[in-house]
């Protein structure tokens, strides 16, 4: 079955940079995309960062320029490395695909991130 299992986070200073990774198991990896959802407290969650099965990728405007998304076909493994780091980006990270279009989402168990000003 489809697993992710995210790893990396902890706590930071403002300003300083973190790599999460999730590795992916279940399903075709090389063949799709790939993403990073965040959800802080209260808030919905939403995509932080997206990165394709052709290596294309895209961004949310509060991370942009900070952040980036890259994978490793030959690991199952997809990362985000986030740089800059805010107090505004602390919240819990989770991994997302979508193996069959309209199908179901798959996520991981999260991993928290907590940035201190």
């Known amino acids: 079955q489809v697993q992710l299992v995210e790893s990396g986070g902890g706590l930071v200073q403002a300003g300083g940079s973190l790599r999460l990774s999730c590795a992916a198991s279940?399903?075709?990896?090389?063949?799709?995309?790939m993403d990073w959802y965040r959800q802080a407290p209260g808030k919905q969650r939403e995509l932080v960062a997206r990165?394709?099965?052709?290596?294309?990728?895209n961004y949310a405007d509060s991370v942009k320029g900070r952040v980036t998304i890259t994978r490793d076909n030959a690991k199952n493994t997809v990362y985000l490395q986030m740089n800059s780091l805010k107090p505004e980006d602390t919240a819990v990270y989770y991994c997302?695909?979508?193996?069959?279009?309209?199908?179901?989402?798959?996520w991981g168990q999260g991993t928290q991130v907590t940035v201190s000003s």
């Open positions: 997302h695909v979508r193996v069959v279009p309209f199908g179901p989402d798959y």
């Open positions: 279940g399903f075709i990896f090389s063949m799709n995309a």
């Open positions: 990165i394709t099965a052709g290596i294309s990728t």
